[in-house]
């Protein structure tokens, strides 16, 4: 009887204790939040662009030439992420290299080619960040505006050069003065790098470090210790640069044409070099790069900064090397719109993360802001791929949109759109009678079949049309940018 009549009380007892502790609980764990969130220290950003580093050229990939050794690219894919799907949206110098700094497509920012200047208002994604209080240092090759090297807003500290630059013993700009150097410019600038993080205060200030390298753009020089190393390899031609109609047949007429181009494999230059050498060289001049990426990785590793720091690796456009006949990049086939990526963060990037998910180089500005915890005002057109990256999102199909403009200097590759899906790609060419392109790149990844004008594709490639054309009218870029007519290349024709 007692039991009973105290029962109810108990039970209330044990709901108020209940109801104490779920409160107390949340007290504490939201306090905790707020200790953690106020001890926690912002990530650090250490970005490394290549030049022309073709995607499939890294040691550990799978397509890559079986005696290429770069061991600081292959740690990095092994102990972080390979982003084996990035991209980028204009594969040339400069406005790739606007894009990345920007977020933004190449008709939206107007750095169309590697003459224009930069538009008079431009705001680039490290001012938002320097802002945000992080310390900010680029170093390397900027090329937009050609030949102008003047520190540029948003930048603590700035080691740059003029145009493409040179391989040895360069004229640096730092914060405004210039100054010949001797030596290697990977390692001048790798070394420029490693004592700007030894100058500031990285216990109290976060980082964003932009190491920006000439290597590997034509024409290739290889620092001297790795001249050499590849000088009795096996070319492995790709089977599509073989001059056959097998190749040809259902290409457009101006690839062919290309062939016998400046950008082509049976006149290379103009003739002034052997493409075997060019090969090879173009792999060891690689190796300094790949160096550069473990000096950096050693340096955080020794400092106790690698915990706290995410080191991503990426180029600025692809390369072809001999595929369908030509060198280079500018046009919208995978060896040339295609670019190595990889990242680097062992406290929260799982080791062996496979990421296959389309990645854009408009994409780099706004993931390097949401690490950073940095806004900006500024219209952006890529997206963060930050949470691909810690594993709380998957990756979701997707398309974009690739476009390249024609330049008077290299008459022989047309303006270019294309619609890169995960399965098709689709490529429109502006201004010459010509014929599209529509690959299935699933059965044919190596683009030898251009399936448009095959009957049972045709209402696939109807449909990627209509896609790419409704892409560009949602992104106001159906009018193409033109620049006042200028600088040319008149020895560079268009065949032999």
Request: glycine share 6%; proline share 5%; charged share 25%.
């Given at each position: ?434 014929r599209d392109e529509l690959y299935d790149l699933q059965e044919d990844p190596n683009e030898r079949y251009n399936l448009a004008e095959v009957p049972q594709y045709i209402e696939i490639r109807n449909e990627m049309r ?31």
């Amino acid at each position: 009887m007692n039991l009973q009549s105290n029962y109810p009380r108990s039970t209330g007892l044990v709901l108020l204790f209940v109801f104490l502790y779920s409160l107390y609980s949340t007290a504490f764990a939201e306090e905790k939040k707020n200790l953690e969130s106020q001890n926690k220290k912002p990530v650090n950003v250490v970005f490394i662009l290549s030049d022309d580093h073709r995607y499939d050229f890294m040691g550990f990939h799978e397509k890559a030439p079986e005696w290429l050794e770069t061991p600081s690219m292959d740690r990095m894919a092994r102990e972080g992420a390979h982003l084996r799907n990035a991209f980028v949206t204009t594969a040339l110098c400069s406005p790739s290299r606007a894009s990345i700094l920007t977020g933004k497509y190449a008709h939206n920012h107007r750095v169309v080619d590697n003459q224009s200047p930069i538009p008079e208002g431009t705001v680039f994604f490290n001012e938002a960040v320097q802002q945000n209080g992080y310390k900010t240092g680029y170093f390397g090759k900027w090329h937009m505006g050609h030949s102008d090297d003047e520190p540029r807003a948003g930048w603590d500290r700035w080691v740059s050069f003029r145009g493409q630059g040179v391989y040895y013993n360069p004229v640096l700009n730092i914060d405004g003065q210039r100054n010949q150097h001797e030596g290697y410019t990977s390692d001048i600038l790798t070394n420029y790098a490693i004592d700007w993080l030894n100058e500031i205060n990285t216990d109290e200030e976060p980082f964003f470090l932009y190491l920006s390298h000439k290597a590997v753009h034509a024409e290739f020089m290889p620092a001297e210790r790795h001249e050499g190393t590849y000088s009795d390899v096996e070319i492995p031609y790709p089977p599509s640069m073989a001059n056959t109609e097998r190749n040809y047949r259902t290409k457009p007429k101006w690839v062919k044409e290309q062939r016998y181009s400046w950008h082509g494999v049976e006149y290379p230059y103009h003739g002034e070099l052997n493409f075997d050498d060019f090969y090879r060289s173009y792999n060891e001049t690689l190796l300094g790069v790949d160096e550069s990426i473990g000096q950096v990785i050693k340096y955080l590793e020794d400092n106790g900064l690698a915990d706290n720091t995410l080191v991503l690796y990426m180029g600025d456009n692809g390369f072809l090397l001999g595929e369908h006949g030509l060198i280079d990049k500018r046009n919208a086939y995978e060896e040339s719109m295609r670019v190595p990526m990889l990242a680097w963060a062992p406290s929260w990037i799982k080791p062996g993360t496979d990421i296959s998910t389309l990645i854009r180089n408009i994409d780099v500005a706004p993931s390097i802001m949401d690490l950073t915890g940095t806004t900006t005002s500024e219209e952006i057109d890529g997206e963060s791929f930050v949470s691909l990256l810690t594993g709380e999102a998957e990756g979701e199909e997707r398309n974009f949109l690739y476009e390249y403009y024609w330049e008077p200097a290299f008459p022989h590759t047309p303006t270019t759109f294309a619609l890169r899906a995960s399965r098709y790609k689709y490529i429109y060419y502006h201004g010459i009678w010509d014929r599209d392109e529509l690959y299935d790149l699933q059965e044919d990844p190596n683009e030898r079949y251009n399936l448009a004008e095959v009957p049972q594709y045709i209402e696939i490639r109807n449909e990627m049309r209509d896609r790419l054309f409704e892409e560009m009218e949602a992104r106001d870029a159906m009018l193409i940018p033109l620049r006042r007519a200028g600088w040319t290349q008149d020895e560079k024709l268009i065949g032999n």
